[in-house]
Protein backbone atom coordinates (compact mmCIF):
# COMPACT_ATOMS: atom_id res chain seq x y z
CA UNK A 1 0.00 0.00 0.00
CA UNK A 2 2.90 2.52 0.87
CA UNK A 3 4.67 1.57 -2.26
CA UNK A 4 1.30 2.37 -4.11
CA UNK A 5 0.93 5.81 -2.51
CA UNK A 6 4.46 6.80 -2.84
CA UNK A 7 3.99 5.89 -6.64
CA UNK A 8 0.65 7.99 -6.76
CA UNK A 9 2.66 10.91 -5.45
CA UNK A 10 5.79 10.58 -7.61
CA UNK A 11 2.78 10.58 -10.20
CA UNK A 12 0.64 13.56 -8.95
CA UNK A 13 4.36 15.52 -8.54
CA UNK A 14 4.79 14.97 -12.03
CA UNK A 15 1.22 16.31 -13.33
CA UNK A 16 1.51 19.57 -11.89
CA UNK A 17 4.96 19.90 -12.96
CA UNK A 18 3.43 19.58 -16.39
CA UNK A 19 0.43 21.72 -16.12
CA UNK A 20 2.94 24.64 -14.50
CA UNK A 21 5.92 24.27 -16.96
CA UNK A 22 2.75 24.45 -20.17
CA UNK A 23 0.84 26.94 -18.07
CA UNK A 24 4.54 28.81 -17.70
CA UNK A 25 5.49 28.32 -21.40
CA UNK A 26 2.19 29.59 -22.17
CA UNK A 27 2.94 33.30 -20.69
CA UNK A 28 6.24 33.76 -21.45
CA UNK A 29 5.67 32.86 -25.23
CA UNK A 30 2.54 35.75 -25.37
CA UNK A 31 5.07 37.96 -22.66
CA UNK A 32 7.88 37.91 -25.15
CA UNK A 33 5.98 38.22 -28.48
CA UNK A 34 6.38 41.58 -30.28
CA UNK A 35 2.64 41.70 -31.12
CA UNK A 36 0.70 43.26 -28.48
CA UNK A 37 -2.98 42.04 -27.91
CA UNK A 38 -4.10 45.00 -27.27
CA UNK A 39 -3.29 47.14 -30.73
CA UNK A 40 -4.18 43.56 -31.93
CA UNK A 41 -7.62 44.19 -31.21
CA UNK A 42 -7.71 47.83 -31.62
CA UNK A 43 -6.13 46.88 -35.20
CA UNK A 44 -9.21 44.63 -35.97
CA UNK A 45 -12.01 47.17 -34.25
CA UNK A 46 -10.82 50.38 -36.40
CA UNK A 47 -10.44 48.40 -39.36
CA UNK A 48 -14.29 47.46 -39.44
CA UNK A 49 -15.72 50.61 -38.43
CA UNK A 50 -15.02 54.43 -37.62
CA UNK A 51 -13.95 55.56 -34.44
CA UNK A 52 -13.40 58.47 -32.98
CA UNK A 53 -9.82 58.88 -31.85
CA UNK A 54 -11.30 59.45 -28.06
CA UNK A 55 -13.17 56.27 -28.42
CA UNK A 56 -10.05 54.53 -29.24
CA UNK A 57 -7.83 56.10 -26.51
CA UNK A 58 -11.00 54.89 -24.33
CA UNK A 59 -10.96 51.33 -25.69
CA UNK A 60 -7.13 50.92 -25.60
CA UNK A 61 -6.86 51.43 -21.38
CA UNK A 62 -9.88 49.44 -21.13
CA UNK A 63 -8.20 46.62 -22.96
CA UNK A 64 -4.82 47.12 -21.42
CA UNK A 65 -6.62 46.77 -17.87
CA UNK A 66 -8.23 43.67 -19.32
CA UNK A 67 -5.39 42.10 -20.60
CA UNK A 68 -2.95 43.18 -17.75
CA UNK A 69 -0.26 44.35 -20.03
CA UNK A 70 1.84 47.30 -19.45
CA UNK A 71 3.02 45.96 -15.53
CA UNK A 72 6.33 44.87 -15.18
CA UNK A 73 6.40 41.11 -15.90
CA UNK A 74 6.40 39.42 -12.71
CA UNK A 75 3.25 41.14 -11.64
CA UNK A 76 1.41 39.87 -14.67
CA UNK A 77 2.99 36.07 -14.06
CA UNK A 78 1.55 36.28 -10.94
CA UNK A 79 -1.77 37.81 -12.02
CA UNK A 80 -1.98 34.85 -14.98
CA UNK A 81 -1.93 32.19 -12.24
CA UNK A 82 -4.31 34.17 -10.01
CA UNK A 83 -6.77 34.77 -12.57
CA UNK A 84 -6.02 30.96 -13.85
CA UNK A 85 -6.57 29.86 -10.49
CA UNK A 86 -10.23 31.53 -10.37
CA UNK A 87 -10.88 30.07 -13.62
CA UNK A 88 -10.88 33.44 -15.01
CA UNK A 89 -9.46 34.00 -18.16
CA UNK A 90 -11.69 37.35 -19.34
CA UNK A 91 -14.52 37.44 -21.71
CA UNK A 92 -14.07 36.32 -25.34
CA UNK A 93 -14.08 38.90 -27.90
CA UNK A 94 -15.93 37.05 -30.56
CA UNK A 95 -18.48 36.02 -28.47
CA UNK A 96 -18.46 39.25 -26.26
CA UNK A 97 -19.51 39.07 -23.33
CA UNK A 98 -19.18 35.07 -22.88
CA UNK A 99 -16.75 34.80 -20.60
CA UNK A 100 -13.92 32.47 -22.55
CA UNK A 101 -14.11 29.53 -19.80
CA UNK A 102 -17.36 29.02 -20.51
CA UNK A 103 -16.95 28.40 -24.57
CA UNK A 104 -14.55 26.23 -23.44
CA UNK A 105 -16.50 24.75 -21.21
CA UNK A 106 -18.80 23.95 -23.66
CA UNK A 107 -16.84 22.77 -26.42
CA UNK A 108 -15.27 20.15 -24.05
CA UNK A 109 -17.69 17.21 -23.72
CA UNK A 110 -17.45 16.69 -27.53
CA UNK A 111 -13.71 16.74 -27.52
CA UNK A 112 -13.48 14.60 -24.41
CA UNK A 113 -16.09 12.08 -25.83
CA UNK A 114 -14.43 12.14 -29.41
CA UNK A 115 -10.58 11.66 -27.46
CA UNK A 116 -12.23 8.88 -24.85
CA UNK A 117 -14.29 6.67 -27.28
CA UNK A 118 -11.98 6.59 -30.41
CA UNK A 119 -8.59 6.06 -27.86
CA UNK A 120 -10.47 3.24 -25.60
CA UNK A 121 -11.41 1.60 -29.01
CA UNK A 122 -8.04 2.21 -30.91
CA UNK A 123 -6.29 0.58 -27.55
CA UNK A 124 -8.07 -2.37 -27.56
CA UNK A 125 -8.46 -2.99 -30.98
CA UNK A 126 -4.75 -2.76 -31.40
CA UNK A 127 -3.37 -4.61 -28.87
CA UNK A 128 -5.40 -7.58 -28.99
CA UNK A 129 -5.01 -7.29 -33.09
CA UNK A 130 -1.42 -7.46 -32.35
CA UNK A 131 -1.49 -9.64 -29.71
CA UNK A 132 -3.19 -12.21 -31.80
CA UNK A 133 -0.94 -11.37 -35.17
CA UNK A 134 2.38 -11.91 -32.34
CA UNK A 135 1.15 -14.95 -31.37
CA UNK A 136 -0.40 -16.38 -34.47
CA UNK A 137 2.77 -15.64 -36.36
CA UNK A 138 1.88 -17.07 -39.99
CA UNK A 139 -1.71 -16.70 -39.56
CA UNK A 140 -2.96 -14.92 -43.18
CA UNK A 141 -5.49 -12.78 -41.79
CA UNK A 142 -3.02 -10.83 -39.16
CA UNK A 143 -0.49 -10.32 -41.49
CA UNK A 144 -3.37 -8.48 -43.73
CA UNK A 145 -4.60 -6.54 -41.09
CA UNK A 146 -0.87 -5.49 -39.96
CA UNK A 147 0.25 -4.47 -43.88
CA UNK A 148 -3.28 -2.47 -43.89
CA UNK A 149 -2.78 -0.85 -40.40
CA UNK A 150 0.52 -0.33 -41.15
CA UNK A 151 0.80 1.54 -43.99
CA UNK A 152 -2.21 4.41 -42.85
CA UNK A 153 0.24 4.90 -39.54
CA UNK A 154 2.34 7.82 -40.92
CA UNK A 155 0.08 9.34 -42.39
CA UNK A 156 -1.25 12.56 -40.82
CA UNK A 157 -3.99 12.87 -39.13
CA UNK A 158 -5.23 15.60 -41.51
CA UNK A 159 -4.68 13.49 -44.42
CA UNK A 160 -6.87 10.25 -43.24
CA UNK A 161 -9.50 12.45 -42.01
CA UNK A 162 -9.52 14.34 -45.37
CA UNK A 163 -9.58 11.54 -47.68
CA UNK A 164 -12.20 10.16 -45.12
CA UNK A 165 -14.23 13.12 -46.12
CA UNK A 166 -14.02 12.90 -49.67
CA UNK A 167 -14.99 9.46 -49.81
CA UNK A 168 -17.78 9.85 -47.48
CA UNK A 169 -18.96 13.40 -48.56
CA UNK A 170 -18.31 13.11 -52.48
CA UNK A 171 -18.02 9.17 -53.67
CA UNK A 172 -20.56 7.74 -51.03
CA UNK A 173 -23.04 9.95 -49.13
CA UNK A 174 -24.13 7.77 -46.23
CA UNK A 175 -22.88 9.55 -43.13
CA UNK A 176 -23.20 12.83 -41.80
CA UNK A 177 -19.88 14.62 -42.24
CA UNK A 178 -20.22 17.62 -40.73
CA UNK A 179 -21.41 19.16 -37.23
CA UNK A 180 -22.03 17.45 -33.98
CA UNK A 181 -25.72 16.75 -33.65
CA UNK A 182 -28.31 17.75 -36.70
CA UNK A 183 -29.97 20.58 -37.03
CA UNK A 184 -33.70 19.58 -36.78
CA UNK A 185 -32.49 17.96 -33.60
CA UNK A 186 -33.38 19.97 -29.91
CA UNK A 187 -30.29 18.96 -27.65
CA UNK A 188 -31.94 16.91 -24.54
CA UNK A 189 -31.48 13.72 -23.39
CA UNK A 190 -34.10 12.23 -25.97
CA UNK A 191 -33.15 9.23 -28.13
CA UNK A 192 -33.00 10.66 -31.44
CA UNK A 193 -30.41 13.33 -29.94
CA UNK A 194 -27.79 10.96 -28.90
CA UNK A 195 -28.56 9.23 -31.75
CA UNK A 196 -28.04 12.20 -33.77
CA UNK A 197 -24.71 12.51 -31.97
CA UNK A 198 -23.56 8.94 -32.19
CA UNK A 199 -24.02 9.32 -36.12
CA UNK A 200 -22.13 12.47 -36.07
CA UNK A 201 -19.24 11.39 -34.24
CA UNK A 202 -18.60 7.87 -35.90
CA UNK A 203 -16.71 9.44 -38.96
CA UNK A 204 -14.54 11.81 -36.77
CA UNK A 205 -13.75 8.98 -34.61
CA UNK A 206 -13.35 6.77 -37.44
CA UNK A 207 -10.12 9.01 -38.85
CA UNK A 208 -8.56 8.67 -35.78
CA UNK A 209 -8.88 4.94 -34.78
CA UNK A 210 -7.44 4.38 -38.21
CA UNK A 211 -4.43 6.63 -37.26
CA UNK A 212 -4.26 5.60 -34.38
CA UNK A 213 -4.05 1.46 -34.94
CA UNK A 214 -0.48 1.00 -36.37
CA UNK A 215 1.03 2.08 -33.51
CA UNK A 216 -0.76 -0.54 -30.89
CA UNK A 217 -0.43 -3.24 -33.44
CA UNK A 218 3.70 -3.05 -34.11
CA UNK A 219 4.37 -2.53 -30.56
CA UNK A 220 2.10 -5.33 -29.22
CA UNK A 221 3.06 -7.77 -31.88
CA UNK A 222 6.75 -7.06 -31.06
CA UNK A 223 6.21 -7.35 -27.60
CA UNK A 224 4.28 -10.54 -27.70
CA UNK A 225 6.97 -12.44 -30.49
CA UNK A 226 9.12 -11.84 -28.00
CA UNK A 227 7.46 -13.26 -24.53
CA UNK A 228 6.35 -16.09 -26.78
CA UNK A 229 9.61 -17.29 -26.81
CA UNK A 230 9.98 -16.94 -22.97
CA UNK A 231 10.87 -20.22 -21.05
CA UNK A 232 7.64 -20.35 -18.91
CA UNK A 233 5.53 -19.80 -22.11
CA UNK A 234 6.89 -23.12 -23.27
CA UNK A 235 6.54 -24.38 -20.13
CA UNK A 236 2.88 -23.53 -20.18
CA UNK A 237 2.27 -25.02 -23.35
CA UNK A 238 4.69 -28.26 -22.56
CA UNK A 239 1.79 -28.57 -18.79
CA UNK A 240 -0.84 -28.33 -21.27
CA UNK A 241 -2.35 -25.39 -19.83
CA UNK A 242 -5.26 -24.53 -22.57
CA UNK A 243 -4.02 -21.74 -25.37
CA UNK A 244 -6.84 -19.15 -24.44
CA UNK A 245 -5.03 -19.07 -20.68
CA UNK A 246 -1.73 -18.73 -22.28
CA UNK A 247 -2.64 -16.16 -24.87
CA UNK A 248 -4.95 -14.26 -22.37
CA UNK A 249 -3.35 -13.99 -19.15
CA UNK A 250 0.51 -15.19 -19.72
CA UNK A 251 1.31 -13.62 -22.76
CA UNK A 252 -0.85 -10.65 -23.36
CA UNK A 253 -1.41 -8.93 -19.37
CA UNK A 254 2.64 -8.80 -19.46
CA UNK A 255 2.76 -7.79 -22.65
CA UNK A 256 0.54 -5.25 -21.39
CA UNK A 257 2.29 -3.33 -18.95
CA UNK A 258 4.47 -1.42 -21.49
CA UNK A 259 1.56 -0.68 -23.46
CA UNK A 260 -0.42 0.99 -20.35
CA UNK A 261 3.10 3.36 -20.14
CA UNK A 262 2.70 3.92 -23.85
CA UNK A 263 -0.78 4.71 -23.45
CA UNK A 264 -0.27 7.64 -20.88
CA UNK A 265 3.06 9.03 -23.50
CA UNK A 266 0.53 9.34 -26.35
CA UNK A 267 -2.58 11.01 -25.10
CA UNK A 268 -0.78 14.46 -25.82
CA UNK A 269 -0.54 13.36 -29.14
CA UNK A 270 -3.66 11.94 -29.94
CA UNK A 271 -4.92 15.58 -28.40
CA UNK A 272 -3.44 16.95 -31.14
CA UNK A 273 -4.64 14.92 -33.74
CA UNK A 274 -8.60 15.05 -31.92
CA UNK A 275 -8.48 19.10 -32.60
CA UNK A 276 -7.31 18.46 -36.20
CA UNK A 277 -9.86 15.76 -37.23
CA UNK A 278 -12.83 18.58 -35.22
CA UNK A 279 -11.75 20.98 -37.97
CA UNK A 280 -11.87 18.73 -40.35
CA UNK A 281 -15.44 17.40 -39.81
CA UNK A 282 -16.66 20.82 -38.08
CA UNK A 283 -16.98 18.70 -34.73
CA UNK A 284 -18.04 21.55 -32.20
CA UNK A 285 -15.18 20.52 -30.38
CA UNK A 286 -12.18 22.84 -28.31
CA UNK A 287 -10.75 22.14 -31.97
CA UNK A 288 -12.98 24.27 -33.86
CA UNK A 289 -13.50 26.60 -31.10
CA UNK A 290 -9.54 27.21 -30.88
CA UNK A 291 -9.61 27.66 -34.96
CA UNK A 292 -12.22 30.19 -34.87
CA UNK A 293 -10.64 32.11 -32.07
CA UNK A 294 -7.22 32.15 -33.75
CA UNK A 295 -8.69 33.73 -36.99
CA UNK A 296 -10.79 35.99 -34.98
CA UNK A 297 -7.64 37.22 -33.01
CA UNK A 298 -9.57 36.63 -29.87
CA UNK A 299 -6.96 36.18 -27.27
CA UNK A 300 -8.63 35.51 -24.45
CA UNK A 301 -10.27 32.11 -25.76
CA UNK A 302 -7.03 31.10 -27.35
CA UNK A 303 -5.45 31.18 -24.21
CA UNK A 304 -8.29 29.30 -22.30
CA UNK A 305 -8.58 26.66 -24.74
CA UNK A 306 -4.81 26.23 -24.56
CA UNK A 307 -4.52 25.98 -20.81
CA UNK A 308 -7.52 23.70 -20.47
CA UNK A 309 -5.95 21.14 -22.88
CA UNK A 310 -2.36 21.34 -21.11
CA UNK A 311 -4.70 21.10 -17.87
CA UNK A 312 -6.83 17.79 -19.31
CA UNK A 313 -4.16 16.36 -21.12
CA UNK A 314 -1.86 16.58 -17.77
CA UNK A 315 -4.62 14.86 -15.50
CA UNK A 316 -5.85 12.07 -18.01
CA UNK A 317 -1.90 10.73 -18.37
CA UNK A 318 -2.58 10.72 -14.03
CA UNK A 319 -5.44 8.89 -14.55
CA UNK A 320 -3.77 6.45 -16.77
CA UNK A 321 -0.51 5.97 -14.79
CA UNK A 322 -3.19 5.03 -12.15
CA UNK A 323 -3.70 2.32 -13.54
CA UNK A 324 -0.61 0.96 -14.10
CA UNK A 325 -0.09 -0.32 -10.42
CA UNK A 326 -3.41 -2.83 -10.96
CA UNK A 327 -1.48 -4.29 -13.89
CA UNK A 328 2.32 -4.35 -12.13
CA UNK A 329 2.18 -6.25 -8.74
CA UNK A 330 5.74 -4.96 -8.42
CA UNK A 331 4.86 -1.21 -8.16
CA UNK A 332 2.53 -2.02 -5.82
CA UNK A 333 5.13 -3.78 -3.42
CA UNK A 334 7.89 -1.37 -4.21
CA UNK B 1 28.42 0.23 -44.48
CA UNK B 2 28.24 -1.37 -47.99
CA UNK B 3 27.54 -4.98 -47.49
CA UNK B 4 25.10 -3.50 -44.70
CA UNK B 5 22.86 -1.68 -47.31
CA UNK B 6 23.02 -4.88 -50.12
CA UNK B 7 21.72 -7.07 -47.15
CA UNK B 8 19.03 -5.04 -46.40
CA UNK B 9 18.38 -4.67 -50.07
CA UNK B 10 18.39 -8.22 -50.62
CA UNK B 11 16.54 -9.42 -47.81
CA UNK B 12 13.94 -6.84 -46.76
CA UNK B 13 11.34 -6.10 -49.33
CA UNK B 14 10.46 -2.75 -46.90
CA UNK B 15 13.46 -1.44 -46.45
CA UNK B 16 13.66 -1.18 -50.55
CA UNK B 17 10.13 -0.48 -51.09
CA UNK B 18 11.04 2.73 -49.20
CA UNK B 19 14.27 3.50 -50.15
CA UNK B 20 12.53 3.63 -53.59
CA UNK B 21 9.59 5.56 -52.79
CA UNK B 22 11.77 7.95 -50.82
CA UNK B 23 14.50 7.86 -53.82
CA UNK B 24 11.08 9.59 -56.64
CA UNK B 25 10.29 11.84 -53.91
CA UNK B 26 14.11 13.09 -53.43
CA UNK B 27 14.69 13.28 -57.32
CA UNK B 28 11.24 14.76 -57.67
CA UNK B 29 11.78 17.71 -55.07
CA UNK B 30 15.26 18.25 -56.62
CA UNK B 31 13.94 19.30 -60.08
CA UNK B 32 12.58 21.97 -58.57
CA UNK B 33 16.56 23.55 -58.58
CA UNK B 34 15.63 23.48 -62.49
CA UNK B 35 12.18 25.06 -62.08
CA UNK B 36 11.67 27.69 -65.60
CA UNK B 37 9.90 29.94 -62.96
CA UNK B 38 9.45 30.91 -59.58
CA UNK B 39 7.33 28.75 -57.55
CA UNK B 40 5.40 31.43 -55.59
CA UNK B 41 4.23 33.62 -58.37
CA UNK B 42 0.77 33.10 -59.38
CA UNK B 43 -1.04 33.60 -62.54
CA UNK B 44 1.86 32.01 -65.09
CA UNK B 45 -0.20 29.71 -66.56
CA UNK B 46 -3.81 29.06 -67.69
CA UNK B 47 -5.83 28.44 -64.86
CA UNK B 48 -7.42 24.81 -64.30
CA UNK B 49 -5.49 22.68 -66.82
CA UNK B 50 -6.29 19.04 -66.23
CA UNK B 51 -3.01 16.90 -66.48
CA UNK B 52 -2.10 16.55 -70.45
CA UNK B 53 1.38 16.18 -72.20
CA UNK B 54 1.90 19.67 -71.74
CA UNK B 55 1.22 20.05 -67.70
CA UNK B 56 2.20 16.85 -66.19
CA UNK B 57 0.25 17.34 -63.28
CA UNK B 58 -2.37 19.89 -64.52
CA UNK B 59 -2.33 23.67 -63.42
CA UNK B 60 -4.43 24.99 -60.13
CA UNK B 61 -7.11 27.75 -60.16
CA UNK B 62 -4.02 30.11 -59.26
CA UNK B 63 -2.50 29.67 -62.72
CA UNK B 64 0.68 27.76 -61.63
CA UNK B 65 2.20 24.72 -63.10
CA UNK B 66 1.19 21.75 -59.57
CA UNK B 67 4.31 19.80 -61.52
CA UNK B 68 6.72 22.79 -60.07
CA UNK B 69 4.62 23.84 -57.34
CA UNK B 70 4.80 20.48 -55.89
CA UNK B 71 8.12 19.94 -56.72
CA UNK B 72 8.99 23.53 -54.65
CA UNK B 73 6.58 22.58 -51.77
CA UNK B 74 8.25 19.09 -51.52
CA UNK B 75 11.64 20.07 -51.34
CA UNK B 76 10.90 22.84 -48.80
CA UNK B 77 8.95 20.20 -46.63
CA UNK B 78 12.07 17.64 -46.91
CA UNK B 79 14.35 20.38 -45.75
CA UNK B 80 12.08 21.59 -43.17
CA UNK B 81 11.84 17.96 -41.80
CA UNK B 82 15.52 17.47 -42.12
CA UNK B 83 16.03 20.84 -40.42
CA UNK B 84 13.85 19.78 -37.38
CA UNK B 85 15.32 16.14 -37.55
CA UNK B 86 18.78 17.34 -37.50
CA UNK B 87 18.28 19.28 -34.66
CA UNK B 88 16.05 17.30 -32.13
CA UNK B 89 18.67 14.70 -32.96
CA UNK B 90 21.61 16.89 -31.16
CA UNK B 91 19.18 17.41 -28.04
CA UNK B 92 18.22 13.87 -27.57
CA UNK B 93 21.73 12.34 -27.94
CA UNK B 94 22.76 14.89 -25.62
CA UNK B 95 20.80 14.34 -22.97
CA UNK B 96 20.26 10.35 -23.47
CA UNK B 97 23.67 9.93 -23.36
CA UNK B 98 24.30 12.12 -20.47
CA UNK B 99 21.69 11.08 -18.20
CA UNK B 100 22.67 6.93 -19.45
CA UNK B 101 26.17 7.60 -18.33
CA UNK B 102 25.94 9.85 -15.81
CA UNK B 103 23.33 8.33 -13.72
CA UNK B 104 22.24 9.38 -10.17
CA UNK B 105 21.01 13.04 -9.79
CA UNK B 106 21.00 13.96 -13.34
CA UNK B 107 19.60 10.83 -14.75
CA UNK B 108 16.15 11.86 -12.64
CA UNK B 109 16.38 15.26 -13.08
CA UNK B 110 16.60 15.03 -17.00
CA UNK B 111 13.80 12.75 -17.40
CA UNK B 112 11.79 14.15 -14.99
CA UNK B 113 12.51 17.24 -17.66
CA UNK B 114 11.86 14.95 -20.53
CA UNK B 115 8.86 13.74 -18.92
CA UNK B 116 7.22 17.09 -19.15
CA UNK B 117 8.07 17.46 -22.58
CA UNK B 118 6.34 14.00 -23.40
CA UNK B 119 3.27 14.92 -21.55
CA UNK B 120 2.73 18.45 -22.84
CA UNK B 121 0.79 18.78 -25.83
CA UNK B 122 2.20 20.05 -28.70
CA UNK B 123 -0.61 21.71 -30.96
CA UNK B 124 -2.27 24.30 -28.76
CA UNK B 125 1.61 25.25 -27.90
CA UNK B 126 2.41 25.85 -32.07
CA UNK B 127 -0.72 27.80 -32.46
CA UNK B 128 -0.26 29.60 -29.50
CA UNK B 129 2.84 30.54 -31.19
CA UNK B 130 1.19 31.35 -34.93
CA UNK B 131 -0.91 33.62 -32.71
CA UNK B 132 1.31 35.71 -30.95
CA UNK B 133 3.77 35.78 -34.09
CA UNK B 134 1.48 35.94 -37.18
CA UNK B 135 3.51 36.46 -40.09
CA UNK B 136 6.70 36.74 -37.82
CA UNK B 137 6.54 33.00 -37.84
CA UNK B 138 8.69 31.96 -41.07
CA UNK B 139 9.46 27.43 -41.61
CA UNK B 140 13.12 28.09 -39.80
CA UNK B 141 11.03 29.49 -36.21
CA UNK B 142 8.55 26.69 -36.20
CA UNK B 143 11.62 23.82 -37.17
CA UNK B 144 13.38 25.78 -33.98
CA UNK B 145 9.80 25.20 -31.87
CA UNK B 146 9.42 21.80 -33.11
CA UNK B 147 12.74 20.16 -32.34
CA UNK B 148 12.34 21.79 -28.65
CA UNK B 149 9.39 19.58 -28.48
CA UNK B 150 10.66 16.69 -30.58
CA UNK B 151 13.33 15.27 -29.06
CA UNK B 152 12.25 13.73 -25.43
CA UNK B 153 11.17 9.85 -26.43
CA UNK B 154 14.41 9.62 -29.07
CA UNK B 155 16.34 10.66 -25.49
CA UNK B 156 14.53 8.18 -23.76
CA UNK B 157 15.54 5.37 -26.25
CA UNK B 158 18.68 6.46 -26.46
CA UNK B 159 19.04 6.55 -22.45
CA UNK B 160 18.10 2.99 -22.46
CA UNK B 161 21.09 1.93 -24.55
CA UNK B 162 23.44 4.05 -22.80
CA UNK B 163 22.78 2.65 -19.37
CA UNK B 164 23.41 -0.42 -20.78
CA UNK B 165 26.87 0.58 -22.60
CA UNK B 166 27.28 1.83 -19.34
CA UNK B 167 29.08 -1.04 -17.20
CA UNK B 168 30.44 -2.82 -20.34
CA UNK B 169 33.97 -3.45 -20.14
CA UNK B 170 35.51 -1.35 -22.40
CA UNK B 171 33.64 2.17 -20.87
CA UNK B 172 35.93 1.08 -17.56
CA UNK B 173 38.96 0.77 -19.81
CA UNK B 174 38.38 4.12 -21.06
CA UNK B 175 37.88 5.58 -17.98
CA UNK B 176 41.10 4.26 -16.66
CA UNK B 177 42.84 5.27 -19.30
CA UNK B 178 41.96 8.24 -18.54
CA UNK B 179 39.68 9.46 -21.26
CA UNK B 180 37.24 12.71 -20.32
CA UNK B 181 33.63 12.29 -19.88
CA UNK B 182 32.67 14.16 -23.09
CA UNK B 183 35.06 11.93 -25.31
CA UNK B 184 34.16 8.54 -23.90
CA UNK B 185 30.19 9.87 -24.53
CA UNK B 186 31.29 11.23 -28.35
CA UNK B 187 33.74 8.16 -29.22
CA UNK B 188 32.85 4.78 -27.34
CA UNK B 189 29.18 5.22 -26.74
CA UNK B 190 28.21 7.53 -29.55
CA UNK B 191 28.95 4.55 -32.17
CA UNK B 192 26.50 2.32 -30.18
CA UNK B 193 23.33 4.78 -30.60
CA UNK B 194 23.68 5.67 -34.10
CA UNK B 195 21.15 3.06 -35.57
CA UNK B 196 18.51 4.02 -33.28
CA UNK B 197 19.23 7.88 -34.19
CA UNK B 198 18.78 6.97 -37.38
CA UNK B 199 15.90 5.02 -37.54
CA UNK B 200 14.34 8.31 -34.97
CA UNK B 201 15.49 10.62 -37.89
CA UNK B 202 13.02 9.03 -40.21
CA UNK B 203 10.23 8.81 -37.54
CA UNK B 204 11.00 12.62 -36.59
CA UNK B 205 11.02 13.55 -39.98
CA UNK B 206 7.03 11.96 -40.16
CA UNK B 207 6.24 14.01 -37.20
CA UNK B 208 7.45 17.14 -37.92
CA UNK B 209 6.26 17.35 -41.69
CA UNK B 210 3.13 15.95 -40.65
CA UNK B 211 2.94 18.98 -37.79
CA UNK B 212 3.23 21.33 -40.34
CA UNK B 213 1.22 20.12 -42.81
CA UNK B 214 -1.55 20.27 -40.10
CA UNK B 215 -0.47 24.00 -39.27
CA UNK B 216 -0.47 24.63 -43.01
CA UNK B 217 -3.41 23.39 -43.94
CA UNK B 218 -5.17 25.55 -41.16
CA UNK B 219 -3.64 28.25 -42.68
CA UNK B 220 -1.41 29.23 -39.48
CA UNK B 221 1.80 29.57 -41.05
CA UNK B 222 3.01 31.46 -43.83
CA UNK B 223 0.83 30.78 -46.78
CA UNK B 224 2.87 32.09 -49.52
CA UNK B 225 5.93 29.73 -49.18
CA UNK B 226 4.96 26.55 -51.01
CA UNK B 227 4.87 23.35 -49.06
CA UNK B 228 2.96 19.92 -48.92
CA UNK B 229 0.51 21.92 -46.41
CA UNK B 230 0.10 25.08 -48.13
CA UNK B 231 -0.55 23.31 -51.92
CA UNK B 232 -3.61 21.62 -49.73
CA UNK B 233 -4.33 25.04 -47.99
CA UNK B 234 -5.27 26.83 -51.31
CA UNK B 235 -6.45 23.92 -52.52
CA UNK B 236 -9.40 24.00 -49.85
CA UNK B 237 -9.56 27.92 -50.44
CA UNK B 238 -10.61 27.70 -53.92
CA UNK B 239 -12.94 24.67 -53.20
CA UNK B 240 -11.33 22.41 -55.56
CA UNK B 241 -13.43 19.53 -55.13
CA UNK B 242 -15.97 21.35 -55.07
CA UNK B 243 -15.58 22.93 -58.79
CA UNK B 244 -14.11 19.80 -59.92
CA UNK B 245 -10.12 20.55 -59.92
CA UNK B 246 -9.99 17.09 -58.36
CA UNK B 247 -5.62 16.74 -59.56
CA UNK B 248 -5.62 19.56 -57.18
CA UNK B 249 -5.99 17.41 -54.16
CA UNK B 250 -5.61 13.86 -55.24
CA UNK B 251 -2.58 14.13 -57.00
CA UNK B 252 -0.67 16.09 -53.81
CA UNK B 253 -2.39 13.61 -51.60
CA UNK B 254 -0.96 10.51 -53.55
CA UNK B 255 2.71 11.80 -53.23
CA UNK B 256 2.47 12.90 -49.65
CA UNK B 257 1.27 9.25 -49.14
CA UNK B 258 4.22 8.02 -50.78
CA UNK B 259 6.47 10.46 -49.28
CA UNK B 260 5.51 9.44 -45.47
CA UNK B 261 4.95 5.92 -46.60
CA UNK B 262 8.56 5.49 -48.01
CA UNK B 263 9.76 7.07 -44.79
CA UNK B 264 7.98 4.86 -42.46
CA UNK B 265 9.31 1.83 -44.37
CA UNK B 266 13.05 2.90 -43.97
CA UNK B 267 12.35 3.62 -40.17
CA UNK B 268 10.69 0.48 -39.69
CA UNK B 269 12.96 -1.35 -41.64
CA UNK B 270 16.15 0.48 -39.56
CA UNK B 271 14.67 -0.74 -36.54
CA UNK B 272 14.83 -4.14 -37.28
CA UNK B 273 18.41 -3.97 -38.45
CA UNK B 274 19.12 -3.22 -34.92
CA UNK B 275 17.27 -5.79 -33.69
CA UNK B 276 19.76 -9.07 -34.66
CA UNK B 277 17.08 -11.39 -33.61
CA UNK B 278 14.22 -10.40 -35.99
CA UNK B 279 17.16 -9.51 -38.83
CA UNK B 280 18.46 -13.69 -38.40
CA UNK B 281 14.51 -14.24 -38.75
CA UNK B 282 13.85 -12.75 -42.04
CA UNK B 283 17.03 -14.13 -43.64
CA UNK B 284 16.37 -18.19 -43.11
CA UNK B 285 18.78 -18.51 -40.22
Request: net charge neutral; hydrophobic share 55%.
Amino acid sequence: MQGYLYFVAKRALLMFAVIFFGVSAMFLVTYLSPIDPVEQVLGRLSARSNLSPEAIAATREALTAMFGTGQPMLTQYFNFWTRLLQGDLGASLMAFPTPAMELVMRGMPWTLGLLLSSTIFTFIIGNLMGGLAGYFQNNRFFKAFGIVTMGLQPIPYYIVAFIILIIFGFLWPVLPISGGFSMDVRPGWSWTFVFSVLQHSLLPAFSLVLVGLGGWFIGMRALVSNIVTEDYVTYAELAGVKRDTIVGSYVMRNALVPQVTALAMTIGGVFSGTIITEQVFNYPGMGSLLVDAVNAGDYSTVLAVCTVSITAVAFAIFVVDLLHPLLDPRVRAE
Amino acid sequence: MFAVFRDLIRYNAEFTIGLILVGIMVVFASLSFFAPMDPSLIYMTIPDQPPSAQYWFGTNSRGQDLFWQLSAAFKNSLIFGITVAVLSRIISITVGLAAGYLGGWVDRVLMFINDIFVSVPIFPILVLFYFVLRNNMDSFTMALILACFGWPFDARLIRSVALGLKHREFTRHAVFAGMSTRKVLLEEHLPYVMPIVFSTFMNNMLWSIGMEVTLAVLGFTNINNPTIGTVLYWANSHSAMVVGVWWWIVIPVILIVMTFLGLFLLAVSMNEYIDPRSRLRRMGA
